[in-house]
């Protein structure tokens, strides 16, 4: 049972675009959200969180929303860089993030020169 | 050092046989998780240490599966009899006070343990 979703495995996208990477979760006792950064052979680096309370939460050129009533969560680079080319996992957990992080099966992030 | 540290950070094992995989948590960090990373798939909860509590072994996916951690330090992973499907990246994390708010989790690099 995928509790968080994350329904595309890849995305590309040209530098200077906007990227949109896509999250949905089932579980409605999920009250914090997080987004995870995954270079090749190193652990996830966290890069930015969300609480239910809000609806939008921006650091730099990352800005993640949330639509609570969709049950659904998106991140937007912008503008997208070659650095940013990672996978990209959303993780969520109930009771104000004090349960453990479920995450997604993250989303392959290509952005071309 | 700075960051979680993990070793091995390759494992190749027979069918079978054991395997300890090893974590070292950031110091001072009460926090401990493993996860584990199957091909394709997202990172899945196997257990979490916080403190002096009862640890969370909800995720362990059958009884060939444990862990221990000394105090607030090095834990280990041990996987008995191991089994093909147990081939994955696994990664330790740990956080300053557990899960919470703004209580980031700091992973490990990982140990990609293939068995054969």
């Known amino acids: 049972d995928q509790q968080v979703k994350q329904n595309s495995p890849s995305l590309s996208v040209q530098e200077g675009r906007i990227s949109i990477l896509n999250c949905d979760y089932t579980n409605s006792m999920f009250d914090y959200f997080l987004w995870y950064k995954k270079y090749p052979a190193e652990g996830p680096t966290f890069l930015i969180s969300i609480s239910s309370i809000k609806d939008k939460n921006e650091d730099g050129r990352f800005t993640v929303f949330l639509n609570k009533s969709a049950k659904h969560l998106s991140l937007h680079i912008v503008p997208s860089q070659p650095g940013d080319s990672a996978v990209y996992f959303c993780?969520?957990?109930?009771?104000?993030?004090?349960?453990?992080?479920?995450f997604g099966k993250g989303t392959k992030l290509t952005v071309n020169p | 050092g700075a960051g979680v540290s993990q070793s091995p950070s390759n494992k190749v094992t027979e069918k079978g046989k054991d395997v300890e995989l090893r974590c070292d948590p950031i110091?001072?960090?009460?926090?401990l998780y493993w996860y584990r990373q199957r091909l394709g798939q997202g990172l899945e909860f196997l257990i979490y240490f916080q403190g002096n509590s009862a640890p969370d072994k909800s995720g362990l996916p059958s009884d060939r599966f444990s862990a221990e951690r000394t105090g607030e330090s090095v834990s280990t992973l041990t996987i008995q009899r191991t089994q093909q499907e147990d081939s994955a990246v696994y990664l330790c994390a740990s956080s300053l006070n557990g899960w919470g708010g703004k209580n980031e989790a700091f992973f490990g690099q990982g140990t990609r343990l293939t068995v054969v």
């Open positions: 993780a969520a957990s109930a009771k104000g993030g004090s349960e453990k992080l479920v």
């Open positions: 110091s001072g960090h009460t926090a």
